[in-house]
C-alpha cells in the first residue's frame, strides 16, 4: 500500500510519500519513499499580523499543487493532509484551505495541538524502547511544542504549548508562557523523576544530533545541548549558515529549539534525549494506515456471511 501525508507547519510544508508492507505476523512495516520539504515559513507572518500574505498564500497553493503531481506520479493510494500552529492562528486559514481544495482537489484539516501531540505518538517509538523508563516526546515547531508522556506501557498525558521557535524569534512568547509549561512539567512528571527520558522530534532537533556525529540509536546529553547552544548562540545566522553548513531556515530556529528542549529535560529532570528520525509526518502516515485497516475491518464485518 503507498501512503503520502502533508504537514503544513509553521516554518515549513512537508511531503512524506511511504511504501506499507506487513510481515509473515501482520505487523505493518513503513518504508519511506521519499520526503520533500519547502520552507514556506508561514509563522512569520502569521504569529505577527495574525494573517497569511497574498505572497504566501501563492507559495502554499503552488506548493500543494507540486505535491499532488509527486503522488499522482507516485501512484499514491491514500493520502492524509494536516495543518499546524500558523494555519490554527491565521485569521484567513481556512479561506487558503478553501482555496488549495478547489485548486487541487486535496483537502486539508487545521488540526489542535493535541491532535497533533496524538500523531506525533503515533510513531510508538516508545514501545519498542525498555519499559523501566517512562518517556517524554517533545516535539518542538514554529508555533507550538507538542509534549506527550509515555509510562508503564501507557499514554499519560499530551499537552501543547504556544511556543516555539518563530513565536521566540517574534517575541510572542512571554514569561507566563513559559512559567506555565513548566509548572505542569514539573506537577505532571515529579513522580517519575529520575526514571525518564526523552525522544526528540523536529528538524532543529534532528540537525544537532547530525552535528554530534553520535551513532544512531545513542541519545544526547542535556550538558551536550547546553554547550550548543551556547556555541550557537555566539554566532551570528549568516556565521551558522557558513561554519556549519546549515540553510538559512534552519539556522534561524536552531537556537530557540534548544531553547525548548533543554528547558523542558531541565524541569522533567531528564539527562537524555533520543532521537530517533520521527515527525507529524511519520505519525500521520501511520494513522492514515490503521483508518484505512479499520475501514477494512468494519466493512468485512458488515458484509459476513452470517
Known sequence: MRLAAID??????????????????????????????????????????????????????KTIRSYKLLTDVYGVEHMKACATSAMRDATNGKEIIEKVKEDTGIEIEIISGDAE?????????????????????????????????????????????????????????????????????????????????????????????????????????????????RELSSFSVEDRVRIYKMREDRADVIVPALLIYINVMRWANIDDIFVPKIGLADGLIQHLYYEIENQKSRRFTINKPQ
Open 8 to 61: 503544513i507547519g509553521s516554518n515549513a510544508a512537508r511531503l512524506l510519500i511511504s511504501d506499507v508492507t506487513t510481515t509473515d505476523y501482520g505487523k505493518p512495516q513503513f518504508q519511506k519513499l521519499n520526503l520533500v520539504r519547502v520552507p514556506l515559513r508561514l509563522g512569520f507572518d502569521v504569529f505577527e499580523n495574525n494573517t497569511i500574505s497574498a505572497e504566501k498564500e501563492t507559495m502554499i497553493i
Open 117 to 229: 501531540a496524538s500523531l506525533i505518538y503515533e510513531n510508538h517509538v516508545a514501545e519498542n524502547l525498555d519499559k523501566e523508563h517512562a518517556y517524554l516526546y517533545i516535539d518542538v515547531g514554529g508555533g507550538s511544542t507538542e509534549l506527550t508522556f509515555f509510562a508503564d506501557g501507557n499514554l499519560v498525558f499530551k499537552r501543547s504549548f504556544n511556543i516555539g521557535t518563530i513565536r521566540i524569534l517574534k517575541k510572542q512568547v512571554d514569561e507566563f508562557m513559559w512559567d506555565e509549561m513548566r509548572d505542569f512539567i514539573k506537577r505532571e512528571t515529579r513522580d517519575y523523576d529520575g526514571d525518564m527520558v526523552a525522544i526528540g522530534s523536529g528538524g532543529n532537533i534532528n540537525k544537532v544530533f547530525a552535528l554530534s556525529k553520535r551513532k544512531e540509536g545513542k541519545p544526547l546529553q542535556l550538558d551536550l545541548l547546553k554547550d550548543y547552544y
